[in-house]
């Protein structure tokens, strides 16, 4: 199956109230482990890719190639969007050349008359070529591969001048945050979310900073109109512990075998437990 727009599959989870997940992929066993629960799961799935990432695997067209081989070889019927997340003006038409199915421009920097005018401009282009494109208004907190936000709720009266122009999905700023969120952390912004929820209608609302909120929050951010939520910091900490133990645990180290393909199972295994943690939250399973 070749790769997809995001826009029906998100379409169909705000009308069902489920999320999709977008997992983040750093190499290839990262998106083997994810595709392969994807698949077992029948869940659909978007695979997002930062920028630091993509450089880190030589670039958005190695990506491309890479998700589009892996897909035909494993045999993957599920729907899967290949997804630039936070992108740069200048990042998007990398993307939009090496063959992704889904673009986030990231305008929530720029003053909003500057992020309508470069969204507006995306729009038209990825209509053309039939690609999803996800907005942002009020920044996410935190840092995430280079990217920083200060956290600012967004304003709903924005939200929808930016939805207005024909955007796939849009992501707005609610109080959540990238990385861990500290103790002190003061919960999801609902009161901002219901506002701009009933100011765009029936667009897909997406939720970044997926690891560690709470459930309750979670689901009633669905409620919401969130259909897409973001999960990166989780699934590296989860590969993370799974090598450390297996490492400290004395296996498989130099002088006594060592084999690289054994090494990163554990923490392969350990991505497959917590995407199928999330999509059994989100209630995408059996979806696709």
């Keep these: 199956m070749a790769l997809v727009s995001a826009k029906d599959m998100l379409e169909k989870a705000r009308a069902g109230k489920y999320a999709v997940g977008q997992f983040n ?5 990262w998106t083997k482990s994810i595709l392969l629960t ?20 030589t670039g958005f067209k190695t990506v491309a190639a ?12 599920v729907p899967v969007a290949l997804h630039l997340d936070h992108g740069t003006y200048e990042g998007c038409y990398k993307c939009i050349e090496a063959g992704f199915s889904s673009i986030m421009f990231d305008g929530s920097h720029f003053p909003i008359e500057e992020n ?10 990825c209509n053309k070529k039939g690609l999803s494109l996800e907005a942002e208004v009020g920044a996410i907190g935190g840092e995430e591969d280079g990217v920083v ?12 001048k930016i939805a207005d122009l024909g955007v796939t999905m849009l992501a707005a700023g609610i109080g959540n945050i990238h990385g861990k969120y500290p103790a002190d952390w003061a919960g999801l912004s609902f009161e901002t979310l219901a506002a701009v929820n009933e100011k ?17 929050m979670i689901k009633k951010a669905i409620s919401l109109g969130v259909a897409k939520i973001n999960v ?9 512990e799974a090598t450390r133990k297996y ?13 690289p393909r054994k090494l990163l199972a554990p923490g392969c295994q350990a991505i497959r437990d917590t995407v199928k943690e999330k999509m059994e939250i989100f209630g995408s399973i059996g979806k696709a």
């Design 149 to 160: 936000g200060k956290g600012e709720c967004a304003d709903p009266e924005e939200c929808k």
């Design 25 to 29: 992929i750093n190499n290839l066993e």
């Design 232 to 240: 990166n910091t989780e699934c590296q900490l989860s590969f993370q």
């Design 116 to 125: 309508i005018a470069k969204t507006k401009e995306l729009v038209e282009v």
């Design 66 to 77: 890479m998700v589009s081989a892996m897909i035909d070889e494993l045999k993957i019927t």
């Design 200 to 216: 765009v209608g029936e667009m897909p609302l997406v939720l970044h900073g997926g690891t560690g909120i709470p459930t309750d």
């Design 247 to 259: 490492i400290e645990e004395g296996k498989d180290l130099v002088g006594k075998g060592f084999d």
């Design 38 to 57: 994807a698949q077992e799961l029948n869940s659909p799935v978007i695979l997002g890719v930062s920028e630091g990432a993509g450089k880190y695997m």
